[in-house]
């Protein structure tokens, strides 16, 4: 059974950086059938993919545009393990956040999901 | 990347079926057969209940149904039931990215 396990802060500061971690159990980061993705909820812009990071033969990111100039994914294998950093965050940007293994093009397993708030 | 086009809302009563449409365009819905649907009922984590346009996970009920023609994607939920009432959101994949749909809240009366 795959599980993946989120945490991180539930407030974040604007013009301040958002980090979660997403811990992968019964899979590995670095499959080579699956990729992991971000993706964020909020009432005003409903789910929203952010990006995904992949192993094949290397490392690949795919970053939506709407945030790729803000967007980080990261992984780290000893740790087995997905980090999204989302830098100069703004209230625009509070939202629950998922991170969610990606196969054939779809979303089969979600984290518990992570409440972010961007206020001073 | 704009989000897919989902009716706000749809209804049917107990037994009777209800569709749920999903429009894109070529560059998405109708360019690749990675149409996904999911289920999400208030304060839980969405479901996955349609892959690759017409496939159901295991464990999901065969009254969840999809197809796709051009540009539009659809769900149908036959025989309605009572715990079917949720938020259903389409996705596709849309070369080196993923778009949603804004989402369809179904109500069974």
């Known amino acids: 059974q795959v599980l993946l396990q989120q945490s991180g802060p539930g407030l974040v500061k604007p013009s301040q950086t958002l980090s979660i971690t997403c811990v992968i159990s019964?899979?590995?980061?670095?499959?080579?059938?699956?990729?992991w993705s971000w993706i964020r909820q909020s009432s005003s812009r409903g789910l929203e993919w952010l990006g995904r990071r992949f192993y094949d033969s290397k490392w690949y990111n795919d970053y939506a545009v709407s945030v790729r100039s803000r967007i980080t994914i990261t992984s780290d294998t000893s740790r087995n393990q997905l980090s999204l950093h989302l830098k100069s965050v703004t209230p625009e940007d509070t939202a629950v956040y998922y991170c969610a293994r990606t196969r054939d093009g779809f979303f089969d397993v979600w984290g518990q999901g992570t409440l972010v708030t961007v206020s001073s | 990347q704009s989000a897919l086009t989902q009716p706000p809302s749809a209804s049917g009563s107990l037994g009777q079926s209800v569709t749920i449409s999903c429009t894109g365009t070529n560059s998405d819905v109708g360019g690749y057969n990675f149409v996904s649907w999911y289920q999400q009922h208030p304060g839980k984590t969405p479901k996955v209940i349609i892959h690759?346009?017409?496939k159901r996970p295991s464990g999901v009920p065969d009254r969840f149904s999809g197809s796709k023609s051009g540009n539009t994607a659809a769900l149908t939920v036959s025989g309605l039931q009572a715990e079917d009432e949720a938020d259903y959101y389409c996705?596709?994949?849309?070369?080196?990215?993923?778009?949603f749909g804004t989402g369809t809240k179904v109500t069974v009366l």
């Open positions: 019964g899979d590995s980061v670095s499959s080579d059938s699956a990729g």
């Open positions: 996705s596709s994949y849309a070369g080196k990215s993923f778009v």
């Open positions: 690759e346009v017409n």
